[in-house]
């Protein structure tokens, strides 16, 4: 059995009295809630006092980004053990900003997921195909190659420690949601991939979220899908007001 998991990916955005405020509702939603995991992605900087503000609680705090590298001389960057040491217990790894506005590649996301898992985070790999891969027929290659790359050469065992995110660029942040029906088709397909080189308890046993304009008014729908274990949710995260009914909606869906 799946829990559901609903994360809210603040990206850069909100200031440290909104961010606190934020995790604090967050916090009490979560706390009053069974049948859900939350997450919360905050800004680097902020992520220590939002880490602090969910101690106890049953919200896990976690980076947006991190180094490929273990430490040095790599200006502007964050590590794991950096992440670790101010209360981040997760971090997402491939968001489509980085791939795509950020130029990331397959290896770098691979190289930062084994640096990750072996600093003791748990990772959400995030992969999706833009709207040109979609339109050309290439969602399954390109989520694929996206996938495989990602987890080349983890064990059964660290796979415990990973969550995956489908996210279609071409419905991040632009309103546009995938349908249950497309996403459906596009998780089934990617479990399906993970059993090959995990075997099929880890394909059974994987959380797949949905991410890409989750709202309140979709949320209960795509989480209905047996195959969408959750979302991850950008701008919908952004106020209490929105993403504590996603939280609602993930804990209320029959599974
Ligand atoms: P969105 O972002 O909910 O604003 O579309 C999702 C994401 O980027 O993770």
Known sequence: MRTPLVAGNWKMNLDRQAAVALAQAVCARADATQGVDVALYPSFVYLEEVA???AGSRVAVGGQDVCDQEAGAFTGEVSSAMLRDVGAVTVLVGHSERRHVYGETDALCSAK????LAAGLQVCLCIGETLEEREAGRTEEVCRTQLLAGLEGLSAEQMRSVVLAYEPVWAIGTGKTASPEQAGEVHAYLRGLLSAPFGQAVADATRILYGGSVKPANAADLMAVPDIDGALVGG?????????PIIDAAASTDR
């Open 113 to 116: 997921v084994r640096q990750a």
């Open 52 to 54: 602090r503000t969910a």
């Open 236 to 244: 919908a995260a952004l106020t209490a007001e929105q993403f504590l």
